[in-house]
């Protein structure tokens, strides 16, 4: 089992395996198969429903080797219907996708293994503009729709939204340095509100009452203030 998600109604669960296999979508209850999803070309290493539950977000990740002849991976952010398993869109990212979150009702900001942040609008279907300002963090630079956190900081590694939604905390990490930090960014004004260099860090979540965040590094677990004042 390499990744799985749980439906928002609770009755249903999508599973992937560590192989280049379909996702398959289950009866909680009863275990049954209901139906699978075309497979990617990797390992799919996340998954998340829609805050609807009518579609479900797959992301696999995957080095580009060769050329045409060559193999060729998926580096895929897909979106199914879950209805049907119909596949409705299919976009590869410049690098890896390793993260996704819904941010509101439609817009799915996906993370990836380079560093990018992108949005997605899911009932367009379309790439949705977004513009996240990042100053003076090192390695990074900002453009339409996306901010970049490369070198140093490596991969966005977790993402979660505030309680009231208007805000969107992220954790980046670099294996290989060892190093890595969490930054706060304000939706509506795409402004960063925080940014705090740490240790290399695998995964952040905010708690129910909004007041915490709870970081895992490669050691432990950390509790932080979560308000974006402190």
């Given at each position: 089992l390499e990744g799985y998600t749980v439906s928002p109604d609770g009755t249903t669960v999508a599973v992937s395996g560590r192989g280049p296999d379909p996702v398959v979508l289950l009866e909680v209850e009863s275990s049954e198969v209901i139906r699978t999803f075309d497979p990617h070309r990797d390992p799919v290493k996340w998954l998340t429903f829609s805050p609807n539950g009518r579609q479900l977000i797959t992301l696999s990740g995957g080095?580009?080797?060769?050329?045409?002849?060559?193999?060729?991976?998926?580096?895929?952010?897909?979106?199914?219907?879950?209805?049907?398993?119909?596949?409705?869109?299919?976009?590869?990212?410049?690098?890896?996708?390793?993260r996704a979150i819904?941010?509101?009702?439609?817009?799915?900001?996906?993370?990836?293994?380079?560093?990018?942040?992108?949005?997605?609008?899911?009932?367009?279907?379309?790439?949705?503009?977004?513009?996240?300002?990042?100053?003076?963090?090192?390695?990074?630079?900002?453009?339409?729709?996306?901010?970049?956190?490369?070198?140093?900081?490596?991969?966005?590694?977790?993402?979660?939204?505030?309680?009231?939604?208007?805000?969107?905390?992220?954790?980046?990490?670099?294996?290989?340095?060892?190093?890595?930090?969490?930054a706060l960014w304000d939706l509506e004004s795409g402004d960063r509100l925080r940014w705090q260099p740490f240790e290399l860090m695998w995964d952040v979540t905010v708690s129910p009452d909004g007041e915490y965040l709870l970081i895992r590094t490669e050691d432990d677990a950390q509790v932080w203030i979560a308000r974006p004042g402190d």
């Open positions: 080095t580009m080797k060769g050329s045409v002849m060559g193999s060729q991976r998926d580096n895929a952010v897909r979106i199914f219907a879950v209805e049907d398993g119909a596949l409705l869109l299919r976009d590869v990212a410049a690098s890896r996708p390793s819904f941010v509101d009702s439609r817009t799915l900001v996906v993370g990836t293994n380079g560093g990018s942040m992108f949005c997605y609008d899911t009932t367009s279907l379309e790439p949705k503009t977004r513009t996240f300002r990042a100053e003076d963090i090192e390695g990074s630079k900002s453009g339409d729709g996306f901010i970049a956190i490369r070198a140093v900081l490596g991969s966005i590694t977790g993402l979660a939204l505030s309680e009231d939604g208007k805000f969107l905390w992220t954790c980046v990490g670099d294996v290989s340095l060892n190093k890595g930090g969490f």
